[in-house]
C-alpha cells in the first residue's frame, strides 16, 4: 500500500452545508483557489443539481482553479449525475461523486428501496458517471451503520462498474475509533476487487470523534481523507483538515505517511475560510485556534525559552503563523500591502485591488498601525461584497443618542436604486438604525444574532460587526465594518438583506433521496 494520503476537501459542499455558511461563486472561488495552494488533491466544489448556483461554483471552479481534482456532489439519481457532468465539461481534472444510503435504517425509512434495489441503481449511476468522466467516486452513506456483508457486495459491485475512490462515510458521527477501523479492515479484506480502488472516509464530528475514527481508519489502509477547513461542515461538521494533516506531519515517526499538503498555508486557509463564512474558530481549537500556540503558565514560558522543543510539538511558522511583527500604517505602500494580502491567502489585482488600497489607506489615516486582522476586514467590505448585487446601500446614517436623548436614527439610502430617507427611534443607537433600516426596506426577515467585536486592541480599532439573519428558511449572515461601531452595525444589517435577496434568487433544490 501506497503511504501517500490524499486529502479531498469538502468545505465548498459539506463545509457550506453548516447553517449560515453560504458562500456566493465568487467566495468560493477564492477559498478554492487558497485550496489549490494549500495542496489538497481534490476540491468538492460544490453540488452541481442543487441551484444554479451551485452548478456556476463547480464549472467556475473546474475552470479556473489549477491543480486539485474538482469534484461534484451528485445523488445517484440520472439528474444529478448529468448535471455534475454537464458542469464539469472541458475542465482538465475532474470527478464525479456518487452517492447512496446502505444502512438498512436509511433505505427503510428515508429512500423506501430494498437492499437489492439500492445496489442496482448505484451500479447503474456510476456507469452512467463513467460516461462523464473516468474518475468516479461512491459513497456509501451511513456506511458505518450499514450490515459489512451488504456493504463490501456493494463495493464490489461498483467498482465493477467503474467507482475508482470508495467513500466510506460515517454521517451522523456514531463510529468509535476501534470499530470503524475494524470496518476498513474488514473491507480490504472482504472485497474481492478492493485493489482496484482507493479507500476514503468521509467522519462527521457528532460526538467529537471526526479525526480520531479517519485516523483509525488510515492506519488499517484508508488512503483519502475527506475534511474541512476548520472543521466546519453539517451539525458538529466534518474531521478537521489541519488537525489530520499536523497529525501525520508531527507524528510522521510513527505513521510513516504523507500529504500533498503545503502546511505552511494552513493558517491563512483558515483564516480566509473563517473571515468568509462568518464561522469564528474557538480560542482553544488544535492548531488553528487563537491559543493553539499561547503559553500562558510561567512554568511553560521558562522552558520555552530556554529550548522550543519543551513545550511546542509543532513550530507555529509550519502552519504559516508569522512570527515577524511587521505592521501596516499610512506609509506602507501598495506593493507591501499586496504582498501582506497574498500571504493572507488572497491572490487580488486590478480594480479590486484598486478599492482595497484605497480603504487601507483610510484605516490607516485614522489607526497607527494596521494589522491581518483589519486587512482582512478591509478584503471583506471592499471585495468580497461586491459580487453580492447591492439593492440596498447605505449613504447617510445620523444617530442622536446619549444618557438624556432618546435614540433616533436618521437615515438615507438606496432602495432599487432611488434615494430615500426616513428616520426611526429604538432602544439605543443600534436598535434605532436596525429599526429605520426595516422600515426602509420592507424586510419580513428577523435578527437571530449580532455580535461586535473590536478588530484590533485600541479605542480607534475598528469594529467588526456580524448579524445572522432569517426569513422563512433562508438563514444568511451579513458583515459590515468601521471604526464607528453603529456604521459597521448599519453597514452588516445592509449586508445581510442584499444576501438574502440574493439567496431567494438562487434558492436551492429542497432535495429528497
Ligand atoms: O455525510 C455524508 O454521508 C455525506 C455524503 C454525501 C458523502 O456528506
Ligand atoms: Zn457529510
Known sequence: MDNKVRIFDTTLRDGEQSPGASMNVEEKIIVAKQLAKLGVDVIEAGFAYSSPGDFDSVKRIAHEVEGPIICSLARAKPEDVDAAGKALEGAPKTRIHTFISTSDIHLKHQFRLTRQEALKRAVEMVERARGYVADVEFSAMDASRTEPAYLYEM?????NAGATTLNIPDTVGYALPDSFGALIRGIRENVKNIDKAVISVHCHNDLGL????????????????????????ERAGNA???EIVMILK???????LETSIVSEQIFPSSRLVSSITGIMVQPNKAIVGDNAFAHESGIHQDGLLKDKSTYEIM??????????????GKHSGRHAFKERLKELGYD????SLDKAFERFKIVADKKKEVFDEDIEAIVQDEVLRI??????KLIRLNVQSGTDTPPIAEVEMEVNGTVVKDTGKGDGPVDAAYNTIAKMTNTKSKLLKYIVNAITGGTDAQGEVSVR??????IVLGQGSHTDIIIASAKAYINALNRLEYKKKDRKENLVL
Open 155 to 159: 463495493l464490489e459491485a461498483v467498482i
Open 348 to 351: 487580488i489585482t486590478g480594480e
Open 250 to 256: 508531527t507524528r510522521k515517526d510513527l505513521l510513516g
Open 240 to 242: 478537521s483538515l489541519e
Open 387 to 392: 459580487e453580492v448585487p447591492d439593492r440596498y
Open 315 to 328: 513550530r507555529p511558522e509550519s502552519i504559516g503563523i508569522s512570527r515577524s511583527t511587521l505592521v501596516l
Open 210 to 233: 471526526a479525526v480520531a475514527n479517519s485516523l483509525a481508519a488510515i492506519v488499517n489502509g484508508a488512503r483519502q481523507i475527506e475534511c474541512t477547513i476548520n472543521g466546519i461542515g
Open 469 to 474: 439573519v432569517q426569513e422563512g428558511e433562508q
